[in-house]
């Protein structure tokens, strides 16, 4: 069960305080772009998932670009 955060709400995707409005759409673009997933289904995952997703996919590119692993990268 997912804890509310006072003065958020309770829309799929969780409510994360101060997230930059700018990276949540980065990330966004960057799912949708490899996987093509839907707005719904990208703004119904929390927080955490979509961030999980987004190091995968940098994963795989780098694997099949045979480049070395950079922390930094998204």
Same mark, same amino acid.
């Given at each position: ?14 409510? $994360?305080?101060? %997230?930059? =409005?700018?990276? *949540? %759409? ?14 719904? @289904? =990208?703004?119904? *995952?929390?927080?955490? @998932?979509? /961030? /999980?997703?987004?190091?995968? $996919?940098?994963? $795989? !590119? /780098?694997? =099949?670009?045979? @480049?070395?692993? !950079?922390?930094?990268?998204?």
């Amino acid at each position: 069960m997912r804890a509310q955060v006072r003065g958020g709400d309770d829309r799929p995707g969780g409510s $994360i305080t101060g %997230y930059p =409005l700018d990276r *949540l %759409y980065e990330e966004m673009a960057f799912v949708a772009y490899h996987f093509h997933w839907s707005h719904e @289904e =990208l703004m119904g *995952l929390e927080h955490h @998932e979509r /961030r /999980r997703w987004c190091e995968q $996919i940098s994963k $795989i !590119n /780098r694997e =099949l670009n045979n @480049e070395p692993q !950079n922390v930094f990268e998204m």
